[in-house]
C-alpha cells in the first residue's frame, strides 16, 4: 500500500470514528452508554473501507462516501451484535459482547437502533437514497436467510449446501459496500463479475475460518459443538475415514466424543482438502478482477489480496 493510499484510510476512518461520535443515540438514552461501549473497539471497519476505496476510485462525493460507508459498517455491526445472541458468544472484539456484558435486551435493541440509522444514513443521498437503502435490505435480508440456515441446519451439510450457506452468511456485506459505491456515482455497467467474485472471496474467507475451528485440536471445536456448517467436518462426512461412524455421532446430541472425532478430522486428508478449496475459490476471484469494470477493477483486487492475506496468516504454524 502506498504512503498516499495509507494516508487516505486512515483518513477515512477518522472521519468515519467522529461521524459515529455524531449520530450515536441521544445521551439520555440507556443506548448510549451500550452504543459507546460498542464502539470503544469499532474493528477494523473493513466494510467500511470497500465503500470508502470504491467511492474514491468512482470520485464520488466525500460526504455522500462517508455517509455509505458509516451505513454499511453499522449494519455489519448490526449483525454481529444479534449473532451473538443467537450464538451465546460471550466476547466480541477482545470484550465481553454486548448482550454478555449488558443483557440480550439492550443487544436487541442497540441492533435494532444500528439497522435503523444505517438506513438513514443511506437515504441521505439526495439522489440515489431509495436506491441505497433498498440496497441496505436486500443485503441484510439476505444475511439473515444465511445466518438462519446456519443455525438450524441440524444435519452434516453437503458441499453444494455448505457452499450456499457460506456465500449467504459473508457475501451480502461484502457486495453491498462495492455497489453502492457504483450506485451512487451513476455507473451502469453490468457488475455480475463483481457478485462472483466477492462470492469466492467468501467462500475463501469462511472455509478457512472452518479449518481454523478444527485445527488445532486443543481448543474445542465451536462448530461440532453446536452442529453447524462446517466446510472440514462436509468433506470428512462424505469420505473421511470413519465417516458412518461419525455420522450417526453428529446426528446424536452427544457430546462426549467431540474431543474424538475432531481430533480425527483434524488429522486427516480433508485438511490438506479444505485449503485447496481455499486456494481455488481465491485463484477464480483472481481471474475475475479483470473482468469487473475498470474504476473498480483495483478495489476488487484489494479485496482478494486481502482475503488472501487472511488467509494466509491464518494458515501459518497451525498443526493438529
Known amino acids: ?99 454478555q456484558h449488558f443483557g440480550a435486551d439492550m443487544a436487541l435493541c442497540l441492533g435494532d437502533w444500528m439497522v435503523a440509522k444505517a438506513f438513514e444514513l443511506g437515504a441521505r443521498n439526495a439522489q440515489h437514497g431509495g436506491k441505497l437503502v433498498a440496497l441496505l435490505a436486500q443485503a441484510m435480508q439476505e444475511t439473515c436467510s444465511g445466518q438462519i440456515s446456519d443455525i438450524t441446519q441440524r444435519d452434516c451439510a453437503e458441499l453444494d449446501e455448505w457452499q450456499r450457506i457460506a456465500k449467504g452468511k459473508t457475501a451480502p456485506l461484502l457486495i453491498a459496500p462495492i455497489k453502492g459505491a457504483a450506485i451512487a456515482a451513476g455507473l451502469d455497467q453490468d457488475l455480475s463479475s463483481l457478485d462472483r467474485l466477492v462470492e469466492f472471496c467468501g467462500l475463501a474467507y469462511q472455509g478457512r475460518n472452518d479449518i481454523d475451528d478444527i485445527i488445532p485440536s486443543s481448543h474445542r471445536s465451536s462448530d461440532l459443538d453446536g452442529r453447524k456448517p462446517n466446510l472440514v467436518v462436509s468433506l470428512f462426512s462424505q469420505q473421511g475415514a470413519g465417516a458412518d461412524d461419525f455420522n450417526r455421532w453428529y446426528q446424536s446430541d452427544d457430546l462426549s466424543k467431540l474431543s474424538h472425532w475432531q481430533k480425527r478430522i483434524a488429522s486427516s486428508d480433508v485438511i490438506l482438502q479444505a485449503n485447496q478449496f481455499v486456494d481455488y475459490w481465491l485463484a477464480q476471484a483472481d481471474l475475475l478482477v479483470l473482468s469487473v469494470p475498470s474504476p473498480l477493477q483495483s478495489v476488487a483486487a484489494a479485496l482478494v489480496t486481502s482475503v488472501k492475506g487472511k488467509t494466509t496468516i491464518k494458515r501459518q504454524g497451525r498443526i493438529a
Not at 10 to 24: F, I, P, V
Not at 27 to 56: C, E, I, T
Not at 72 to 95: K, M, P, V, W, Y
Open 1 to 99: 500500500m502506498f504512503p498516499t493510499q495509507i494516508e487516505n484510510r486512515l483518513n477515512g476512518l477518522a472521519q468515519l470514528d467522529a461521524l459515529y461520535k455524531r449520530e450515536m443515540p441521544d445521551a439520555h438514552s440507556a443506548l448510549a452508554a451500550a452504543a459507546a461501549y460498542h464502539f470503544k473497539n469499532p474493528g477494523k471497519s473493513f466494510r467500511a473501507q470497500l465503500a470508502l476505496s470504491s467511492g474514491n476510485a468512482l470520485n464520488l462525493n466525500q460526504t455522500d462516501n462517508l455517509y455509505w460507508a458509516a451505513a454499511c459498517e453499522l449494519l455489519h455491526n448490526a449483525s454481529l451484535i444479534h449473532d451473538d445472541i443467537s450464538d451465546a458468544s460471550t466476547h466480541r472484539r477482545g470484550q465481553e459482547s454486548i448482550h
